[in-house]
């Protein structure tokens, strides 16, 4: 007996006949016995996979404190501690544990969402052992196990076909074939790829009509599926591009604190005009407010607002830095079946002889629509031919179409074809049988090798065949041909027409079905195979899985936005270009020599070849996981950043290999949904555009507010070295700077954190993935706010300094202060004006600064606050003219974006 079978991956079951299959595998059509099954377990091991769980919370929770921000925060409390500044340490703690609870709270309820999906699992196997069928659980299977499969049932392991009646396989969750795959037990090449092994099962998919029996070949991790899970454990997840942008941030925004602290200390020191503890403590409060504490809250922030959005717009965050990843991409690789189209195959056409063919409108299972003919309505129950057609479309059927009232919509039990003839007959309004008039006598399934299904009925007095099926097949079998004059026998010329008409739908990417009928003897019961000749020839009908209403809109979207779309799909070429044409993936103007490639051409390629056509090419038919995969690795090496997008098992490594994996909630296999970031809970490609927007407003916030508080420490830090080095006393007290950070910055920078899009930002090319938050091109507008900010504070400082340290140092408070709630206008856009944008259109910004003013007025004012800041009183002028002073901050930054925008386009 014969026990390497699984381990000799140079044996291929598909190429081989049964009888050299069973040989193989070392058993009978009676089934293994104990011992056999015994031995099989010991050297294979159980039917399973690797058990996807949930990730437990203390993970989660730990994840949050694994980076360099989290470290140079504990740094920060240190030395505010060891500075004696022990309320700073405890606010800077503070902000450690917010910044983590808003991570962790918002990731964990994304994980639990997701793995609440039921995952995709066989709990029983019918098998054939010692001669008996019974069940078992699908556990229990060994290579060599004979297993029984009829309708409906998932099927529990990969297998190959013995025995085959009328079988029929959705695979779509394995190859990304979105119609029922007809099954023989004939070999096939040993370079056929898995979509086209049609002597083949594969665990994880399930049987759609049919019977059949199986010889299991693979199980657990040499399963198709199996090779899908061990080839994503071996692939490791970088860090997101958030993760690696803020990282440098965070590294930057600590080089700017030590050097100005530096720069603050020598020149101080050197001046020698302060006393050594007043430097050392000035100086640690000028470090402890220069490093960003509140920085990682406020980002922790921006990506739950932008979170919360997407959610909103059915886009679910399983890995909280995603978000700003997503609109960063350039690259969109997307699946086609129930992503961008509907996964519900839809009668488009209805033809016969000649060129007016009817039109059916309406999309999925709905059964609402209207027929047309020649752009004018009709109703079909008044044509001979159409109410024919649609006749043998409703009663040579098996599938059935529900309401279902919670969800409001209509859903299919049954095959897809029967289900889509079965909704045009719907539109027509016919019913099954008619009421009482029809009876269905006998009924044939479809047949692979027949390629046509058959239904024996008897109408009163009459019976009739009628015919449903592949339309060469059904035309091949035609005498005669139904006509507006009636039944004429079918000539060479009328073939050729239906031939070049059955070829010219099919180069569409419909589906096309043959429709046909004849009277049979009264006395007969039962459908003779034999039998099937002398057909009358209604017609045809075209179906095709029609695109999501939103998908054109949303590529054109993705092209306006400068990303890139590409198409990789399991299905046929000519379906692919077909639906990519229809949704502007590619132009209907592109008179490109090749349009799309196959897996097959492609791996007849160089590595070279390979990289220029996915540079140029946009669609790749008939792909299996491996090439997928290579797809979005080479792309990544030419510095693009994809997001893949996806629903089936196939879809799996490339989805947890991409920067950013999108996963399909409704539709989507558990394998995939574990092996992605994003799940989109209602399936559509518009969404993950929406997210693109989203995630586009979540880095512009996170860069807008990292620039605020650069641009405050600036000043504050220009100012005190400014006079230090002419020898004055410090503008600011150590508790005045900590004040001005912790909460006038907190406030503000929360508030920003808020800002909704300005209509603009999918109008822009994606920011580069090595392009940092914080880089030169906004230098210049932070040098300008720094030295105005700086001007500002010196020129009522030297006023004010004749009244006195107190005073002096009171006015700098306020126009620091000040200049910064102003200059949070300038943050809320780099290049729209406030004027533009409307100075009220984000509520939180004016609640920041209104309560900021109240708290400044506040600790000012009140005699026990006053002697803690060590305030002096200002009057109700001084203050007002103070204010307007620090308004030329507003002014300024106006003026500046005025004069980029003009340069910008005179360029």
């Known amino acids: 007996m014969v026990r390497n079978f699984q381990k000799n991956k140079a044996l291929n079951p598909h190429a081989l006949s049964i009888e050299e299959t069973l040989n193989l595998c070392g058993c009978k059509l009676d089934g293994l016995s104990d011992e056999d099954v015994k031995e099989l377990r010991n050297l294979h091991g159980w039917n399973e996979l690797p058990e996807i769980s949930a990730m437990p919370w203390w993970k989660i929770l730990l994840k949050q404190f694994k980076s360099l921000m989290f470290i140079i925060l504990l740094v920060a409390a240190l030395i505010a501690f060891f500075a004696g500044h022990k309320t700073d340490t405890y606010v800077i703690i503070a902000v450690v544990i917010i910044n983590a ?42 290579p060599g196990d004979i297993i029984v499969l009829e309708e409906g049932e998932s099927i529990p392991a990969d297998g190959r076909l013995i025995e085959a009646k009328n079988l029929q396989c959705m695979e779509a969750s394995l190859t990304g074939e979105s119609i029922p795959i007809s099954k023989d037990c004939e070999a096939v090449p040993v370079e056929t790829v898995i979509a086209d092994r049609k002597n083949m099962v594969w665990k994880g998919t399930f049987v759609a009509s049919g019977y059949a029996k199986v010889v299991v070949t693979s199980i657990g991790l040499n399963t198709a599926i199996g090779e899908i899970s061990r080839t994503l454990s071996g692939i490791k997840r970088e860090k997101t591009n958030f993760q690696k942008k803020t990282n440098v941030l965070a590294r930057q925004m600590v080089i700017i604190a ?70 960063a991409v350039t690259t969109i690789i997307t699946d086609k079946t129930g992503t961008l189209t509907q996964n519900t195959l839809t009668v488009k056409k209805i033809g016969g002889l000649g060129n007016s063919d009817y039109h059916v ?65 719907r539109k027509a309004g016919l019913s099954l049988l008619e009421e009482d008039k029809n009876q269905k006598l006998d009924d044939l399934p479809f047949n692979s090798k027949h390629k046509i299904r058959a239904t024996l009925l008897a ?42 008409k059955i070829e010219s739908w099919s180069e569409d990417a419909m589906r096309v079905i043959g429709l046909a009928y004849k009277k049979v003897n009264p006395n007969t019961e039962k459908i003779d195979e034999q039998n099937l000749g002398d057909l009358v020839f209604a017609g045809i009908t075209g179906m095709i899985d029609p695109p999501r209403p939103d998908t054109r809109k949303a590529v054109e979207n993705c092209k306006k936005a400068g990303i890139r779309v590409i198409m990789a799909t399991g299905d046929h070429i000519n379906t692919a270009i077909a639906i990519a044409k229809s949704v502007s993936i590619i132009d209907s103007a592109d008179n490109s020599e090749i349009l799309a490639l196959s897996e097959k051409q492609l791996l007849q390629m160089d590595d070279l070849e390979f990289d220029e056509a996915i540079k140029n090419v946009n669609v790749f038919a008939r792909l299996t996981p491996n090439v997928k995969l290579k797809i979005a690795e080479r792309l990544q090496a030419m510095g693009e950043l994809i997001a893949m997008t996806g629903d089936g098992v196939n879809d799996a490594p490339a989805l947890k290999r991409a920067d950013v994996g999108v996963a399909m909630g409704i539709m989507g296999t558990d394998v995939a949904r574990d092996a992605a970031q994003v799940v989109l809970a209602d399936d559509n490609f518009a969404t993950i555009v929406a997210a693109v927007e989203e995630g586009r407003i979540v880095f512009t916030n996170a860069r807008q507010t990292s620039f605020f508080l650069v641009t405050t420490n600036f000043a504050e830090i220009t100012t005190l070295v400014t006079l230090i080095f002419l020898g004055l006393p410090m503008a600011l007290t150590a508790t005045q700077i900590l004040w001005l950070n912790l909460v006038t910055d907190g406030i503000c920078d929360i508030s920003l954190a808020t800002e909704k899009g300005h209509n603009d930002v999918l109008e822009e090319k994606p920011v580069n993935k090595k392009e940092k938050i914080l880089n030169k091109i906004v230098l210049p507008l932070i040098l300008i706010m720094t030295v105005i900010m700086t001007s500002l504070s010196l020129i009522v400082y030297f006023h004010y300094l004749p009244e006195g340290i107190e005073k002096a140092r009171t006015t700098v408070f306020i126009i620091m202060a000040f200049t910064q709630l102003f200059n949070l206008y300038n943050m809320r856009s780099l290049k729209k004006s406030i004027f533009n944008i409307g100075f009220f259109s984000n509520k939180y910004i004016n609640i920041a600064i209104f309560v900021s003013i109240l708290i400044q007025i506040i600790i000012i004012e009140v005699p026990f606050f006053e002697r803690i800041f060590a305030f002096q009183p200002v009057s109700a002028l001084e203050f007002i003219v103070l204010v307007a002073m620090a308004s030329l901050v507003i002014w300024s930054g106006e003026l500046y974006k005025l004069v980029k925008g003009k340069l910008a386009l005179g360029r």
Not at 267 to 295: K, N, Q, R, T
């Open 459 to 500: 109408n009163r007095e009459i019976k009739e065949l009628l015919i449903v099926g592949a339309p060469e097949k059904i035309l091949q079998l035609s005498t005669q041909i139904l006509t507006e004059k009636g039944e004429v026998k079918i000539s060479d010329h009328d073939r050729e027409a239906l031939h070049n």
């Open 361 to 425: 409108s309406g999309e999925g299972w709905s059964p609402v629509g209207n027929f047309t003919k020649n752009n004018k309505i009709i109703d079909p129950n008044n044509d001979k031919i159409l109410s024919r057609i649609i006749k043998i479309a409703a009663i040579s059927n098996n599938s059935e179409i529900k309401h279902n009232i919670q969800k409001n919509q209509y859903e299919l039990m049954g095959d897809p074809t029967e289900g889509a003839l079965l909704c045009m007959s």
């Open 258 to 327: 030590i050097l100005s602290t530096i720069s603050l200390f020598l020149a101080s020191y050197f001046s020698g005009d302060y006393e050594m503890d007043e430097i050392i403590l000035v100086s640690m409060a000028a470090l402890v407010a220069a490093i960003p504490e509140g920085l990682p809250a406020i980002l922790a922030i921006v990506l739950a607002i932008g979170s919360r959005r997407m959610a909103k717009r059915n886009a679910i965050i399983r890995d909280f830095t995603s978000v700003e990843t997503l609109g």
């Open 101 to 142: 609870m808003i991570g962790f709270i918002q990731e964990l309820k994304a994980e639990r969402t997701i793995y609440s999906l039921k995952k995709m699992v066989v709990h029983k196997a019918r098998v054939v052992r010692n001669g008996v069928t019974f069940m078992i659980p699908s556990r229990d299977l060994v």
